[in-house]
């Protein structure tokens, strides 16, 4: 019975996150342009890309076609963002916190809703990729018998670098929710996620040092998280799939600590 009010309590905060959610204008836009970026951009790579005849093509073909993952991760990150800072803005967080006075409730019923969002737009965003890289690529010369495998689901690797795509981005929506709920201003939130995404990546890029690039590249939350697409030569990889997704979840639990650390200690 001493469980009952809590279990009220997080069942309150789950429908009312998701009916706040599912009533505002422009969350299902983002949703339809999570997927809309992420196979039109990976769709325009598969279609750009060719293996020509007596050539050896160093092409990862899943890698190349979960591409558009790197700009449906932003819309993600500004969609998880606005869950927060849209209620900072308006003054809306202090009917939230009114209604369900646990802070902590609050922060995971959030994080709750948009990850289960997330991660149906996500999976429906790497579906369309892999099909537009079936579709296409066997076309320009990635076939079976020059060694690359059929883009399929029935493939271990291909299955990881799917499922991985769709798990990070879950954890790039937590670690922009994270972000939203520390700073408490969308703008200020929408510009750190978008630096992290891109700007971490630039800087490694350019790091003139071999050996602190590789470092770099083993810390960035993109740069480790986006090897979980890899499906070949994985051991010249800066950082292994899964530990890089590790990496990542280890960025987005960092956000959503900061985020309810300030939550429950600073006023509204």
Same mark, same amino acid.
């Given at each position: 019975?001493?469980?009952?009010?809590? =279990?009220?309590?997080?069942?309150?905060? =789950? %429908? !009312?996150?998701?009916?706040? +959610?599912?009533?505002?204008?422009? $969350?299902?836009?983002?949703?339809?342009?999570?997927?809309? !970026?992420?196979?039109?951009?990976?769709?325009? !790579?598969?279609?750009?890309?060719?293996?020509?005849?007596? +050539?050896?093509?160093?092409?990862?073909?899943?890698?190349?076609? =979960? $591409?558009?993952?790197?700009? @449906?991760?932003?819309? #993600?990150?500004?969609?998880?963002? &606005?869950?927060?800072?849209?209620?900072?803005?308006? /003054?809306?967080? %202090?009917?939230?916190?009114?209604?369900?006075?646990?802070?902590?409730?609050?922060? #995971?019923?959030?994080?709750?809703?948009?990850?289960?969002?997330?991660?149906?737009?996500?999976?429906?965003?790497? #579906?369309?990729? +892999?099909?537009?890289?079936?579709?296409?690529?066997?076309?320009? /010369?990635?076939?079976?018998?020059?060694?690359?495998? *059929?883009?399929?689901?029935?493939? @271990?690797?291909?299955?990881?670098?799917?499922?991985?795509?769709? &798990?990070?981005?879950?954890?790039?929506?937590? &670690?922009?929710?994270?972000?939203?709920?520390?700073?408490?201003?969308?703008?200020?939130?929408? /510009?750190?996620?978008?630096?992290?995404?891109?700007?971490?990546?630039?800087?490694?890029?350019?790091? *003139?040092?071999?050996?602190?690039?590789?470092?770099?590249?083993?810390?960035?939350?993109?740069?480790?998280? &986006?090897?979980?697409?890899?499906?070949?030569?994985?051991?010249? +990889?800066?950082? /292994?799939?899964?530990?890089?997704?590790?990496?990542?979840? #280890?960025?987005?639990?960092?956000?959503?600590?900061?985020?309810?650390?300030?939550? %429950?200690?600073?006023?509204?």
């Amino acid at each position: 019975m001493s469980q009952a009010p809590p =279990l009220a309590a997080a069942r309150f905060a =789950l %429908r !009312a996150e998701w009916t706040k +959610l599912r009533t505002l204008p422009g $969350t299902f836009w983002l949703l339809a342009a999570v997927v809309a !970026a992420t196979v039109g951009v990976s769709t325009a !790579a598969a279609a750009a890309t060719r293996c020509p005849a007596g +050539l050896a093509c160093p092409i990862d073909s899943a890698k190349l076609t =979960l $591409t558009g993952v790197q700009l @449906g991760q932003a819309v #993600a990150a500004v969609l998880a963002v &606005l869950v927060v800072g849209g209620e900072y803005s308006t /003054g809306m967080i %202090r009917v939230t916190l009114t209604a369900v006075p646990r802070r902590s409730m609050v922060l #995971a019923a959030k994080a709750a809703t948009v990850a289960g969002l997330t991660l149906a737009a996500g999976t429906i965003a790497v #579906a369309g990729s +892999l099909l537009a890289g079936a579709l296409l690529l066997p076309g320009h /010369g990635f076939t079976t018998a020059r060694g690359y495998p *059929a883009l399929s689901p029935a493939d @271990g690797p291909v299955l990881r670098a799917a499922a991985g795509s769709v &798990l990070y981005l879950v954890l790039i929506s937590l &670690l922009a929710l994270g972000v939203a709920t520390a700073v408490r201003d969308a703008a200020v939130a929408i /510009g750190t996620v978008l630096a992290l995404l891109y700007l971490f990546p630039i800087i490694a890029a350019v790091a *003139a040092c071999p050996h602190w690039q590789r470092h770099l590249q083993q810390i960035g939350p993109t740069t480790a998280g &986006l090897e979980i697409e890899a499906t070949r030569n994985l051991g010249s +990889l800066p950082i /292994g799939p899964w530990a890089g997704l590790g990496v990542l979840a #280890a960025w987005a639990a960092a956000a959503m600590v900061a985020g309810g650390l300030q939550l %429950r200690f600073r006023d509204v």
